[in-house]
């Protein structure tokens, strides 16, 4: 499994984000995904075509998906090294519709790889990012919010039984 992940990823970039999101949400949730599939993301000289780095969104799912390699992977260990070195870089954020939030999603992925943070902490900092750009689907974060407000909710209700 993994060669299908890139099927709609060609020379343009399309589809690096989605792909790069498939594969660890499967490594995430302890199905196999081959480094292999990434393998479209580097030139004959065995270096990252150019394109990778120009694609922001695509660049930081590449980041947070190469965290999850195993021993061996090199494929996945360069990826982290090109991803982490082109997030840190200036230009990244040059022609992006709303640079303050993703520089501030950029910086938190560099501090707090996803793999690394408790989801209920990772969903309450997505929230906070998505709420500043406009572009994003507005049902979904509505959607997420309600999702957030109901566990907390019920947490405070635990924490008032147990100490009552």
Request: proline share 3%; hydrophobic share 40%; glycine share 4%.
């Amino acid at each position: 499994m993994g060669e299908g992940l890139f099927t709609n990823i060609d020379d343009k970039g399309k589809d690096l984000h989605h792909a790069a999101l498939r594969f660890r949400l499967l490594r995430q949730q302890g199905f196999p995904a081959s480094q292999d599939a990434f393998r479209k993301l580097k030139n004959s000289e065995g270096r990252f075509k150019e394109w990778v780095s120009r694609d922001r969104q695509g660049l930081l799912s590449l980041y947070e998906a190469a965290h999850l390699a195993f021993n061996g992977e090199d494929i996945l260990d360069e990826a982290l090294i090109f991803a982490t070195k082109n997030l840190k870089s200036p230009s990244i954020i040059q022609h992006n519709t709303n640079p303050n939030s993703f520089q501030k999603q950029i910086d938190f992925a560099l501090r707090f790889p996803a793999w690394k943070c408790v989801p209920r902490s990772l969903a309450r900092h997505s929230i906070d990012f998505y709420s500043e750009d406009t572009s994003q689907n507005q049902k979904l974060l509505m959607f997420a919010k309600m999702d957030f407000n109901m566990v907390q909710n019920l947490h405070q209700q635990e924490l008032y039984e147990i100490s009552g």
